[in-house]
Structures are given as C-alpha cells and as structure tokens.
C-alpha cells in the first residue's frame, strides 16, 4: 500500500476529498510527484509544456513584455509562478538581454526543491535573479507576472449532481484499493462558488470545484502593486463546461505521454491535471482588482505578440541547423493542429 492509503486509514472517517488526494500526490514533501527528482518534461518525461517545445516561446514573450512596460511604463520586472525547470525564465532573460539594456529583475517561484536545483543549472542566481518557494514570499511588486500551466496542476474537489442532490466525490480504502465514494454535500464553500459561478450542472454530470484557484489569485493579486498578469492554461467557459462531451468532468493524470483515466491507480507516479473554469477564474481575478484585458487562443497570442519576428531567412540545407529547428518550432506553436490550440491566454492589469 501507498503513503495516501496510510494516510487514509488514520483519517477518523477513513474517506479524503480529492482535494486533499492530489495535494498528497503532487505535492507531498517526500512522495508528491512534482516534488520528485523524476523527469516530467520532455519526451522522456510524462507531458511537454509550450515553453519546453522550444526557445523560441520565451523569447517571443520577453519581446512583447518589453513593449507593455514602454507603453505603460511599468518597470523591468517579472515574477513566474510555477517556474519548473527554468527553461522559459533563461530564455526570456536572454531575449531580454539583446533587446535592451536596461537591467531585469526576475522572480522564479517554485515549491519543488528540485525544480530550484534545475533552474540553478541554468540561471545564474544573483540579485537580480531570485528563486522564492512561495507566492506569499514575493515582496510587493510592479510588473509582470506570468505563469504557464499553473492552475490546471492546483488541487480540485470533484461533485456529482444527481436527481436527489449534489454529491462530493470522496477517495477512500477498500480492500487495499482506492476507491471513489460519493457523500451528500456539506463542503459550504463548494456550494458557494456554485452559486457564484452560475455553473447549471445535468443530472448526473461531474465536474471539478477549484477552490484553491481563488487562493492563488488572491495571493497574486495582493503581492501585484501595479502590473499585468499573463496566465496561459487550458480551461472551459461555462457554456463549454455545459457539452455532452464534458459531462464526466476533465480530472484526469499522464504517465509517458499517455493519458490515465483512473488516477486513483499509481498515487504519487503520475501528473494530474483538470481543466480550469475561464469564467470563475476571471470573475474572481476582477473582485481582487485583477480587471480582465483580453483573451486569446495561444496561437492567436503568439501572433498578436509578434511571433513572426523571430522567423529568420537562412540557406542551410541541414535541417538541424539553428535557424531551421527556431522555425519549426515557429511552425508548431501556430499551425492548426499543434499545441497552441489547446491553450488559453489570459491578460489582467491591476492600477494600469
């Protein structure tokens, strides 16, 4: 049996929320997946993210913040939530580096002592640059912040409506095994955001409560003095959320690049993920003053932010050569069928 099992079977009632069952898999001190030295990123890892895809995304970013700042006057500043390995930092600090001189300060906020590790392998730590494991660490700060794929790995209760009511889905042990069980409703705060969030669920529909979403906002939002936040994740509108094909919900792990559906199977092994709720999320983002700019599809964002730029004419017949892998990848983020289609980019301001 697993640490969660153990963990389980001292509870007094012996059930858990799926809540507390992902902040156990993800991100237990010892056992959690992302606290892990195991790779996640990458063909060898379980998933791969737009920043890991290529440079080129960090890059294309770091030009469009530099923009922002002039024509808001904001200052040289960026803190990234959910940093990982640092590869999206390095590669808007050098693009930074050769558009302009003025200096940048960098805030990489990450809980994995791993991740932290990596980022120093690739980053110098200086004073300029500086690692935090905690939103709560940040000092009250002007600029930009940013985070990609941050709020889909937050920890998420799971109900069920059914003809006789709304149901919490709980994890419990049986017979060594983990299984789900489903009791009457009495978490108030899902009932609240319920209500708050005008989601109308289908009999016997699923669907994800990310009550720990509204602390991050909040978080950022009382740490952002004057600035943006740039948030890229996938997510649903309520009308999405209300499709046939959402009907069981989008809580699902992956392991090797392949999906698991039943993510009670390997606690702690796999990455789990849910879809985030894009009209909660703003709607909760304006009552802390974070006032909704614009969305786009990623790919849209990535055009808008001038990613042809980066484009470069080249005659090199190699196909590995860097001006052909910086196209391609170019090509990857903004044709129909590549990765940006699954992803939202959200802009806020506060006091711009």
Same mark, same amino acid.
């Given at each position: 049996?697993?640490?969660?099992?153990?963990?389980?079977?001292n509870?007094?009632?012996?059930?858990?929320s799926?809540?507390?069952?992902?902040?156990?898999?993800?991100?237990?001190?010892?056992? &959690?997946?992302?606290?892990?030295?195991?790779?996640?990123i990458?063909? $060898?890892?379980?998933?791969?993210t737009?920043? @890991?895809i290529?440079d080129?995304?960090?890059?294309?970013?770091?030009?469009?913040?530099y923009k922002?700042?002039?024509?808001?006057g904001?200052?040289?500043?960026?803190?990234e939530i959910?940093?990982g390995?640092?590869?999206?930092?390095k590669?808007?600090?050098?693009?930074?580096?050769? *558009?302009t001189n003025?200096?940048?300060?960098?805030?990489?906020?990450? &809980?994995?002592l791993?991740h932290?590790?990596?980022?120093?392998?690739?980053?110098p /730590?200086?004073?300029? /640059?500086?690692?935090?494991?905690?939103?709560?660490?940040?000092?009250?700060?002007?600029?930009l912040?940013?985070?990609?794929?941050?709020?889909?790995?937050l920890p998420?209760?799971? =109900?069920?409506?059914?003809?006789?009511?709304?149901?919490?889905?709980?994890?419990?042990?049986?017979?060594e095994?983990?299984?789900?069980?489903k009791?009457?409703?009495?978490?108030?705060? =899902?009932?609240?955001?319920?209500?708050?969030?005008?989601?109308?669920?289908?009999?016997?529909?699923?669907?994800?409560?990310?009550l720990?979403m509204?602390?991050?906002?909040?978080?950022?939002?009382k740490?952002?003095?004057r600035g943006?936040?740039?948030?890229?994740?996938? &997510?649903?509108?309520n009308?999405?959320?209300?499709?046939?094909q959402?009907?069981?919900g989008?809580?699902r792990?992956?392991?090797g690049?392949?999906?698991?559906?039943?993510?009670?199977?390997?606690?702690?092994k796999?990455?789990?993920?849910?879809? *985030?709720?894009?009209?909660?999320?703003?709607?909760?983002?304006?009552?802390?003053?974070?006032?909704?700019? @614009?969305?786009?599809?990623?790919?849209?964002f990535l055009?808008?932010a &001038?990613?042809?730029?980066?484009?470069?004419?080249?005659k090199?017949?190699?196909?590995?050569s860097?001006?052909?892998?910086?196209?391609?990848?170019?090509r990857?983020?903004?044709?129909? $069928?590549?990765?940006?289609?699954?992803?939202?980019?959200?802009?806020q301001?506060?006091?711009?």
């Amino acid at each position: 049996m697993s640490y969660v099992h153990d963990y389980i079977l001292n509870k007094n009632d012996r059930k858990i929320s799926y809540a507390e069952f992902m902040e156990l898999c993800l991100y237990h001190p010892q056992y &959690g997946y992302y606290m892990s030295n195991k790779e996640k990123i990458g063909p $060898s890892g379980d998933f791969i993210t737009s920043s @890991n895809i290529a440079d080129i995304y960090g890059k294309t970013i770091a030009g469009w913040y530099y923009k922002e700042a002039n024509k808001h006057g904001l200052p040289a500043q960026i803190c990234e939530i959910g940093a990982g390995n640092g590869r999206f930092a390095k590669a808007f600090i050098d693009e930074w580096s050769t *558009i302009t001189n003025e200096p940048l300060h960098y805030f990489l906020i990450d &809980g994995s002592l791993n991740h932290l590790e990596q980022q120093k392998e690739l980053l110098p /730590i200086t004073a300029n /640059i500086k690692q935090l494991s905690d939103v709560n660490q940040l000092p009250p700060f002007s600029g930009l912040i940013f985070s990609n794929e941050l709020f889909d790995a937050l920890p998420v209760h799971v =109900i069920e409506k059914q003809e006789s009511g709304i149901f919490e889905v709980m994890v419990t042990v049986y017979e060594e095994k983990l299984i789900e069980e489903k009791i009457p409703l009495e978490n108030q705060r =899902i009932a609240d955001f319920l209500l708050q969030s005008k989601l109308s669920l289908a009999n016997g529909q699923r669907i994800e409560i990310p009550l720990a979403m509204e602390e991050v906002i909040s978080k950022i939002a009382k740490s952002l003095i004057r600035g943006l936040v740039l948030t890229v994740d996938y &997510g649903y509108t309520n009308l999405e959320w209300a499709q046939p094909q959402r009907h069981s919900g989008s809580l699902r792990g992956y392991h090797g690049h392949q999906m698991v559906y039943n993510i009670l199977q390997t606690p702690g092994k796999i990455d789990i993920t849910t879809h *985030i709720h894009f009209d909660s999320f703003i709607r909760i983002g304006e009552e802390h003053q974070l006032l909704m700019m @614009n969305k786009w599809r990623q790919d849209e964002f990535l055009l808008h932010a &001038g990613i042809f730029d980066q484009l470069q004419n080249h005659k090199d017949q190699n196909p590995f050569s860097e001006a052909g892998k910086r196209n391609r990848a170019i090509r990857s983020l903004i044709m129909s $069928s590549g990765i940006s289609q699954a992803f939202h980019v959200i802009l806020q301001e506060k006091n711009i």
